[in-house]
């Protein structure tokens, strides 16, 4: 059997590529790369130096739009501390990033046992190991992205590594929406770990920025392919060849051996045809062997992973005997949820986008206007009767839980850990039509977020939901950040005297982030001179705290010392109750009048509050 020859990438397939996962406000002028020094980044380097050359060249002649593409590119190379040819990769990634004229190239190493960064992982820590350092990859990534003012992250992702990430998952029990695999383009968010004192944190600053995977369709031997026609040089990570590390390794292992039985031809050719960096230096491959038994805790995770391909009601099962090719089928068809394809007019759209497409719409058809900040009300009256897609159901409550939570945007604990009873209980509540059902109550189940029934009123105005709506009334939940409790890990009042002193000599804007939900930005210059609570605390007898206060637990700054009432500086403007009436009997927290007659804060002009939590998809 005639073996087909694998196609190099070419110039204009790398467009198309770069296209698809196209950030929202277009590409900036400079691109970060996440160079490993491995045969992938080398690869995606090449390709967007090509392509960055090419636009001059077609733009010098006006027939392209150089705001189309980026003009540089910023090579991060994170060096883990945790192998001995740490160096040597360090070498190679120099070496590429000046032979594809990055306009510059920043080493990053790992900073174990250093707060916020965990104690050095050993190398008996199995999978703890991959996701810690990935964390901390990240991590270092982003914080040199906001030195260097650069809001793009492309990575080197491509479908076999899309083929063992949805294996994983798969593994781990996850839902239909979750074998999705890795997206084209995400926004890094707000953390990868618990929060602000986690190495994983990222901050409001993660809202800002993306990461892209334009390779993300393309297999692994077509990169190797595109390597050895333009002999782009790299080295080889060793330990991604280990089966008993991780359990990527394992999914690694098992591929390849099944690979082999089905082919004797078909081996792991990258090694042998491409051109590595130091090649005479490098130990080859070992190609994996059917006869080296798994560790016992991964084993048992593969066959997991097997049981659950042969039980999971898809089109395309993902069986881990199959060829790579139907692999790379059946990740493709679960990325399309379940391999539907639309056809509407000259375009082709797959169902994961006309769900996401669909969540839009439905988010802002039952949506209703100017709700308090940090809220999001939904008019259920009719979502029975109109959505009734489970899918869209559960996508729908995940963006508004994300959207609500003070938990960082883009975790999963944001999202009520995406799990399937959380998902199932708020959606049989949100879509039950029966409006004089028990069900009715304010409830909560995950994510921090409280859900409360309102009769939406005919002149917009909101009340508590009596047992049944009058004529011309309609129903709906507020999904609002929930109560403050005793033994809530988000109950601080935060003191941040010392940094808006700090600051105050440079009459510059000092930036902080409240609840993960709203930043509060000081403007340093707006505070008059001789400012009595600037006095008092440069003096060190008063302190300036953010407090969350009110329905809504919105931020106040507030100025406190000993034996004082406290004074309030500064609070959102939004009158908080004007559109809403309590129930008979519930004492309100403020008044509307009370609020009309008290006097300005003094830091009005001083201090701004926005909401910067997202609803929408890229």
Known sequence: MRIPKIRPITNTEFVQLMSKCRPPAGWPATIAVANSAGPDSTCL??????????????????????????????????????????????????????????????????????????????????????????????????????????????TGHHADDQVETVLMRLGSGSSTLGLGGMRPLRRVGMALGKGQDDFGWFGHEGLDRWIVRPLLDVPKDRILATCDLHDIQYVLDQTNFQPELTLRNAIRHVLASNEKKRSAQVTVRSLSSSRSFCESNLTPMKEPSSSEPLPPLLADKITRMKTASED??????????????????????????????????????????????????????????????????????????????????????????????PHPWGSTRAQAGRRRESLERIVQRVWNPDPTCNSRLRFEA?????????????????????????????????????????????????????????????????????????????????????????????????????????????????????????????????????WYEPAPGVRRTYSTSERVQEEPPPWKDAVDFKFIRVLEEP
């Open 312 to 405: 999971l009601k898809v089109p395309i099962p993902f069986d881990l005997m199959a060829s790579r090719e139907s692999l790379y089928a059946a990740v493709r068809g679960s990325s399309r949820n379940l391999s539907d394809i639309e056809s509407r007019g000259s375009k082709r759209i797959t169902l994961k986008i006309k769900i996401k497409l669909q969540v839009s719409t439905y988010l802002s058809r039952f949506s209703v206007q100017s709700p308090p900040p940090g809220t999001f009300i939904l008019a259920a009256d009719k979502l029975s009767e109109t959505v009734t897609d489970p899918l869209v159901k559960s996508a729908m409550i995940l963006r508004i839980l994300r959207y609500i939570s």
């Open 446 to 578: 995950g994510g921090h977020v409280l859900w409360t029934p309102f009769r939406i009123c005919v002149d917009g105005r909101l009340r508590h939901e009596p047992p049944r709506p009058r004529p011309g009334e309609r129903f709906g939940w507020l999904a609002s950040r929930s109560p403050l409790l005793r033994d809530d890990q988000f109950s601080f009042d935060r003191d941040v005297g010392a940094e808006v002193v700090r600051a105050s000599g440079k009459n510059g804007r000092v930036e902080m982030l409240q609840d993960n939900r709203f930043l509060v930005s000081f403007r340093l210059d707006a505070i008059p001179t001789g400012d009595p609570v600037m006095a008092s605390l440069e003096e060190g007898c008063g302190r300036l705290m953010l407090v969350l206060q009110g329905r809504w637990l919105w931020p106040q700054v507030v100025w406190r010392r000993e034996g004082e009432d406290d004074v309030v500086l500064a609070r959102i403007s939004a009158p908080e109750l004007d």
């Open 45 to 154: 380097l090449f390709l967007l130096r090509r392509m960055i050359n090419a636009g001059r060249i077609l733009q010098a002649f006006k027939t392209t739009d150089r705001e189309d593409l980026p003009d540089s590119i910023l090579s991060l190379h994170v060096d883990h501390d945790l192998q001995a040819d740490a160096e040597k990769m360090a070498q190679a990634a120099r070496i590429s990033a000046r032979t594809y004229e990055t306009s510059r190239h920043i080493e990053l190493r790992v900073p174990w046992d250093n707060p916020p960064f965990p104690m050095r992982p050993s190398a008996q820590s199995g999978d703890a190991i991959e996701s810690v350092a990935r964390t901390a990859r990240y991590r270092l990534m982003v914080d040199a992205m906001v030195r260097e003012r650069v809001y793009v992250l492309a």
